[in-house]
């Protein structure tokens, strides 16, 4: 049967994202390369129109194979993940997925929004094994979430950008920092020797020079680093050049993940789910109460974020950020061998938090 965009539109029974199934005679590996090398012109029609779409039916059930998809699609996936995020390589040009406890929402944003000469134009997802109850990943329009944001909020960050901090350690230690709590106490981040694949420091501020990055380094005596820069709020779409949201990340901000515990704790209803964001809150509290105490203290978070002149970005800024993502988003319930392609500039994702194990894999474009 041949595939346009009416078929699209058929399949298309989700806000947010639309469906590609296998047909019942036609489910093994070798029918999707088939499919994905007749079709890849109006795939990636789909993606652009779209925004996101998701791969369903396929016997696909290892990295390898998601790799092969991702190839067959992107010739140019990335080999290397500049991030600061908790991941594993298992293939060339794969990685797990956040490696952040089950317990944990991971909240909306784009990928490597805080870096846009980094920032991959899609992101792929691939789970061979569900949870056994949650692990939802919000797929979020961030048109939709510009458009619904307050028109005070929306009018400031349209004059201005976000100035983005990040402390990387050196060595491996663990900091009273609420993104890296992890029951029972804190886990560390990851050094930047990892982050950059190297240890010589003049190739870390050469890597970001030459990726565009206009960044600030502080290296610390201890040879720990704290860099900074800038990153656009609102910026045009590269292909459609709608202006779009940029995904910017909740967790940068001292209080994005208790606000981001809150909503999940409305929408899950479960006991775990709001002792978490009470556990959440309570750290908050105290790393504030802390830093009012302790001169400086602040400096050595391991995310933070200002507007550019300064000024703070208040928490009812990052509340109503939350909840646009939260009212501009389709929970994806994984089945197994799924994949998910994203639009990066268009659509966000996140995770809810989940029971049991649950493997999903990832890959850039």
């Known amino acids: 049967m041949k595939f346009n965009q009416d078929d699209i539109k058929q399949k298309r029974s989700h806000q ?11 489910t093994d590996f070798n029918s999707l390369l088939d499919y994905l090398n007749n079709y890849q012109h109006e795939l990636k029609s789909a993606i652009t129109n779209y925004g996101a779409i998701v791969i369903r039916g396929y016997q696909v059930e290892t990295p390898e194979q998601f790799q092969q998809v991702g190839l067959s699609l992107f010739p140019n996936l990335q080999n290397q993940y500049p991030g600061g995020a ?13 490696e952040l406890p089950s317990y944990l929402p991971i909240s909306g944003h784009t990928e490597l929004s805080y870096s846009p000469s980094d920032k991959p134009t899609h992101i792929l997802f691939f789970c061979p094994q569900v949870a056994a109850s949650g692990g939802e990943t919000p797929v979020i329009d961030m048109k939709s979430v510009l458009s619904d944001l307050p028109a005070r909020l929306k009018h400031r ?4 950008c976000l100035a983005i901090k990040l402390f990387w350690v050196s060595t491996q230690k663990r900091l009273f920092d609420v993104r890296l709590w992890k029951w029972p106490w804190f886990r560390s981040p990851k050094p930047w020797q990892a982050v950059f694949n190297t240890e010589d420091r003049d190739v870390v501020e050469t890597k ?16 720990d680093l704290i860099a900074s820069y800038s990153m656009p709020i609102i910026s045009p779409h590269p292909t459609t050049k709608e202006m779009v949201w940029t995904g910017w ?50 400096k050595y978070r391991v995310l933070d974020v200002t507007f550019e002149d300064g000024s703070s970005l208040s928490v009812w800024d990052v509340y109503h950020i939350v909840k646009s993502y939260w009212q501009n988003s389709e929970l994806l319930s994984w089945q197994e061998g799924d994949i998910l392609i994203l639009d990066n500039y268009r659509m966000g994702h996140g995770r809810l938090p989940f029971t049991g194990k649950r493997r999903v894999y990832t890959a850039f474009a």
Not at 16 to 26: E, H, P, T
Not at 282 to 291: A, D, G, R
């Open 16 to 26: 947010n994202f639309s469906l590609i199934s296998a047909q019942k005679d036609a």
């Open 86 to 98: 908790p991941r594993q390589k298992v293939a060339e040009y794969v990685w797990t997925a956040s």
């Open 157 to 160: 960050c349209s004059q201005t």
């Open 208 to 223: 970001c020079h030459n990726a565009g990055r206009q960044v600030e380094f502080e290296w610390l005596t201890n040879g």
């Open 249 to 298: 990340f909740p967790r940068f901000h001292i209080w994005g993940c208790c606000i981001e515990a809150w909503f999940v704790s409305k929408y899950q209803g479960k006991f775990r789910s709001w002792l978490v964001f009470f556990i959440l809150f309570l750290i908050t509290f105290v790393q504030i109460c802390l830093e009012k105490l302790i001169p400086g203290c602040r």
